[in-house]
Structure formats: C-alpha cells, structure tokens
C-alpha cells in the first residue's frame, strides 16, 4: 500500500514516471530508481542509489539491467546511470 501511495506521488511530480509508464517502459517496481535517477541530471552511481531507494539491495542491480538501454544509459567514465537523452527530449 506505501508503495502505491509512494508511486501516486512520484507520478504528480515527475512527469517523467507518467510518460515511461504510459509508454509501457516502466512498470512499478522500477519507478522508484527512475524516480531518484531523475532528480539526479548528472547521474548516480550503484552506490548512491542503493542509499536513495526503499527497495531490497539484491534487487537493485537486476532492476537496473532491465532499465538500462530503455529507460537508462550507463556512464562509464564517472560510473553512474542517467535517464537516456532521447527521452528527456521527450518531455521538453
């Protein structure tokens, strides 16, 4: 139930969560990373995700392999995860 209350919030403030959601590129347990990730424009690294998000640390890493390409990219040079360009273009 704080996870659906949790995701109502997140969909009024980001529109980010409402377009990937509508687009069927976001389910509910991944909104939460996108969520913090969005916030973050320059990116977060594993770490600092872990420390954001409510969700149980084995979970983390699959969530955001399944993320990646469709929602995420990968920074390799500074070891962080961003939301893709093309769909902050998107919303602009």
């Keep these: 139930m704080e996870s659906n209350s949790k995701l109502e919030l997140a969909k009024e403030e980001n529109k980010l969560i409402v377009y990937l959601?509508?687009?069927g590129l976001l389910d509910v347990p991944e909104a939460e990373i996108?969520?913090?990730?969005?916030s973050n424009p320059n990116g977060l690294t594993l770490a600092e995700i872990k420390d954001k998000v409510s969700m149980p640390p084995v979970r983390i890493q699959p969530t955001i392999?399944?993320?990646?390409e469709k929602v995420l990219e990968y920074i390799a040079h500074s070891d962080s995860y961003k939301i893709l360009e093309s769909i902050k273009s998107e919303l602009d």
């Excluded at 996108?34 to 969005?38: H, P």
């Excluded at 392999?65 to 990646?68: D, E, I, K, S």
């Design 34 to 38: 996108v969520s913090v990730i969005a």
């Design 21 to 23: 959601m509508d687009a």
């Design 65 to 68: 392999n399944t993320l990646l």
